[in-house]
Antibody, heavy 116, light 107 residues
Framework: EVQLVESGGGVVRPGGSLRLSCAAS????????MSWVRQAPGKGLEWVSG????????GYADSVKGRFTISRDNAKNSLYLQMNSLRAEDTALYHC?????????WGQGTMVTVSS | EIVLTQSPGTLSLSPGERATLSCRAS???????LAWYQQKPGQAPRLLIY???SRATGIPDRFSGSGSGTDFTLTISRLEPEDFAVYYC????????FGQGTKLEIK
């Protein structure tokens, strides 16, 4: 079964850091680019960051540029998002998504809450 | 950045009716890299349409997409009870952006 499972979310104080992980299974991970998409409570979808198949090309939304870093380990079939200098407005459910035809596979998400 | 504007914000229809959802881009979407997603409460989004008009795997043929350039449409020919949800368009030709969503509710 093709599957993405996120982990690493939690409650963190403003200015703090978290590292999210996304474990992929059921497909050849290094055939695909990957992205992180977030959804604040009761709000719409926001693309956060993306990475190509080998990690050689990355992109970020302006809202997270300079604070978040995306990476991947193809040997471990895993995607990561290092989040630093977290702000209240980063509070959201973070999904990883496979970039096949558009975002064709999504994980259920991991919740990040930034609060003092 | 390409901004996507969806209309209407909320659409109230009955099962069996036809639904037409609109997505307008602030500039042309290259190669029709436009997708539609369905999201139900507590669930991850599900890809319905990619390339403006191609149905994703397993998507019923009552869902269809059309359009090019800056104007795109998702049509659901006859609404089933399970189709009531929030729908998002996304462009993936120039980085990625999503529309703000259209809520399809039961009338």
């Amino acid at each position: 079964e093709v599957q993405l499972v996120e982990s690493g979310g939690g409650v963190v104080r403003p200015g703090g850091s978290l590292r999210l992980s996304c474990a992929a299974s059921g497909f050849t991970f290094d055939d695909y680019g990957m992205s992180w998409v977030r959804q604040a409570p009761g709000k719409g979808l926001e693309w956060v960051s993306g990475i190509n198949w080998n990690g050689g090309s990355t992109g970020y939304a302006d809202s997270v540029k300079g604070r978040f870093t995306i990476s991947r380990d193809n040997a471990k079939n895993s995607l990561y998002l290092q989040m630093n200098s977290l702000r209240a407005e980063d509070t959201a459910l973070y999904h990883c998504a496979r970039a096949g035809h558009a975002f064709d596979i999504w994980g259920q998400g991991t919740m990040v809450t930034v609060s003092s | 950045e390409i901004v996507l504007t969806q209309s209407p914000g909320t659409l109230s229809l009955s099962p069996g009716e036809r639904a037409t959802l609109s997505c307008r881009a602030s500039q042309s979407v290259s190669s029709s890299y436009l997708a539609w997603y369905q999201q139900k409460p507590g669930q991850a989004p599900r890809l319905l349409i990619y390339g403006a008009s191609s149905r994703a795997t397993g998507i019923p043929d009552r869902f269809s997409g059309s359009g090019s350039g800056t104007d795109f449409t998702l049509t659901i020919s006859r609404l089933e009870p399970e189709d009531f949800a929030v729908y998002y368009c996304q462009q993936y030709g120039s980085q990625y952006t999503f529309g703000q969503g259209t809520k399809l509710e039961i009338k």
